[in-house]
């Protein structure tokens, strides 16, 4: 979607190995979010920021930190990628919270561990 | 713990007729809820929303929803389905207050010819 882009679109990486996948907002908001989607499972929440350097866990942040050290860029790292990892990631900004428009998501980013 | 039930994990129509996708949340208050689409290989993009105030919702597409406390649920419906409406159909729903969205698990929706 206009104004927030994720890199890279699809990787393979193999098990162990550290992965960093990049949302980046021109949109100067507050708020970001990274989901992981999964069949069966819908969106989960694996954690957000509320600012820069502001972070906190979602509902499946074991295995996943985050980092944000500038207002457009929020960066989702796995630290040693499993299988149970292989998932779509999709990033999501928001400017006042959801009494504004709401969220809007990225295009996500296809990961799989091998 | 908010949670959100979508019961139909795929839904066909015939193109042209109404549609009616199901979601039931629980929580204590009255949540913020919303319905968002995702089409093949793309993002989630908001359909309607509601907050409070008429429980009737009008949203982008055609689409509209329902808010209805008593049975706990966010029915989304359409009167009439275009091909192009072929999609996933997540609802969601969020704490009052908070800004964190829980999402349910999808309607996949086909529509026929």
């Known amino acids: 979607d206009a104004g927030i882009t994720q890199s890279p679109r699809h990787k393979v990486t193999e098990t162990g190995t550290p992965v960093t996948l990049r949302c980046h907002q021109t949109e100067n908001h507050r708020y970001m979010y990274w989901y992981r989607q999964d069949p069966g499972h819908g969106l989960r929440l694996i954690h957000y920021s509320y600012g820069v350097k502001d972070t906190d866990k979602g509902e499946v942040s074991d295995g996943y930190s985050v980092s944000r050290s500038k207002t457009e860029d929020f960066l989702l790292t796995l630290e040693s990628a499993t299988s149970s990892q292989t998932s779509v990631y999709f990033c999501?900004?928001?400017?006042?919270?959801?009494?504004?428009?709401?969220?809007?998501f990225g295009s996500g980013t296809r990961l799989t561990v091998v | 713990a908010q949670s959100v039930t979508q019961p139909d994990i795929h839904i066909t129509v015939s193109e042209g007729a109404s549609l009616e996708l199901r979601c039931n949340y629980s929580?204590?208050?009255?949540?913020?809820l919303f319905w968002y689409v995702q089409s093949p290989g793309q993002g989630l993009q908001l359909l309607l929303k509601y907050f409070s105030g008429d429980t009737l919702v009008q949203g982008i597409k055609g689409f509209e929803a329902e808010f209805k406390r008593s049975q706990s649920s966010f029915n989304l419906r359409k009167p009439s389905v275009h091909w192009s409406d072929a999609a996933e159909y997540f609802c969601a729903v969020v704490e009052t207050g908070a800004n964190n969205l829980f999402f349910g698990t999808g309607t996949r929706l086909t529509v026929i010819p």
């Open positions: 929580y204590g208050a009255t949540p913020y």
């Open positions: 999501a900004i928001s400017d006042s919270g959801l009494r504004g428009r709401g969220y809007t």
